[in-house]
């Protein structure tokens, strides 16, 4: 639609419905019957897989180029299938880990070893009062330390097995390792300091100060819990740093208007897909991957806000539909 017009929509259209097709029922599948590691990957798997099935027997009538560009010959090198999967093999094993490590009797064992820590200085001595409950409940502050049956635990097993199919030197996987993990630092420690400010909102009576002020919108706050998730994205850049803020706030507003909390929660996460092109960090990878300058930045979030606002005002809208149709 951006670049072409609904023209080009219309020559692309079988191939953008297989891929949401293929997309969104992996999604909602993998979601509701494995959990919620895989969701994505799966999705996205499944959807290339869609598209490459289509390509064997559909072709664009039109192939798309820049103005004063000319169409370009792309010459596709045949692999056997064992040398596909030997390519593949690393999605491979996420995702067969992270399945296993999801198994009942599996999980079930793993979790034998899970330490629980019951937080000194704040377990239970905080008290939830009305109207989030209606008797006065001790606050658990517990924390969970699953080192062995959390998923992150199976991704490193995963990343174990690949460098041992590519036959990655021991030195050579930790200079990877680290090489991330110095990529990530800020990353890492930005995730880290909003997830502290919100368990500090949490227990401190904030969040739910916040959930009960929102609930004065009454029946419009399916639209606006959408929002509140775009809104969080865009100042955070992280939709998990948006269900650490925001996820709770979702869910005493829900209560005490009588919505489905989950309901409300995920349209936490989706309104936050929203904010995401327009957030700070997604605008800077963005332009340092298309080689842009960093004036440009700018020029792009113009250009992105107003799809942005869009779609997110469409999920508010679909939220609505789904809390009351």
């Known amino acids: 639609m951006v670049m072409g017009g609904w023209k080009g929509l219309k020559g692309v259209l079988p191939a953008v419905l297989v891929c949401g097709i293929c997309f969104s029922a992996m999604q909602l599948l993998v979601s509701s019957k494995v959990g919620p590691e895989l969701v994505d990957i799966i999705a996205a798997l499944t959807a290339i897989i869609g598209l490459v099935i289509l390509l064997k027997t559909w072709k664009p009538k039109d192939v798309f180029v820049m103005a004063g560009e000319s169409q370009a010959v792309l010459q596709i090198p045949q692999h056997g299938l064992g040398r596909t999967i030997f390519a593949w093999s690393p999605y491979i094993y996420l995702v067969g880990f992270v399945l296993v490590w999801g198994s009942g009797v599996l999980t079930g064992l793993l979790n034998s070893v899970t330490v629980a820590i019951e937080w000194p200085g704040l377990h239970n001595l905080v008290l939830r009062g009305a109207p989030v409950v209606d008797t006065p409940t001790p606050y658990a502050a517990v924390f969970n330390l699953n080192w062995l049956s959390a998923g992150g635990t199976a991704c490193a097993l995963a990343t174990v097995a690949a460098a041992l199919t590519f036959k990655v030197s021991f030195v050579d996987y930790f200079k990877l390792l ?5 990529q990530l630092a800020f990353s890492l420690l930005t995730i880290a300091t909003v997830l502290g400010l919100s368990y500090l909102m949490n227990y401190s009576g904030m969040t739910t100060t916040l959930g009960l002020a929102f609930a004065v919108t009454g029946g419009l706050f399916p639209y606006f819990s959408a929002m509140l998730g775009w809104l969080a994205v865009f100042l955070t850049g992280s939709d998990t740093s948006a269900n650490a803020l925001f996820g709770n706030l979702q869910v005493v507003t829900a209560n005490q208007l009588g919505l489905d909390p989950v309901l409300m929660a995920s349209a936490n996460s ?7 092109m327009i957030s700070l960090q997604s605008l800077a990878v963005a332009v340092a ?15 992105t806000f107003k799809h942005s606002v869009f779609l997110g005002s469409l999920l508010g ?5 789904y809390a009351y149709l």
């Open 270 to 276: 989706a309104g936050g897909v929203m904010g995401k």
């Open 289 to 303: 991957a298309t080689g842009m300058s960093r004036s440009e930045e700018g020029k792009l979030f113009r250009f």
């Open 317 to 321: 809208l679909l939220t609505m539909a």
């Open 178 to 182: 680290f090489s991330v993990l110095k």
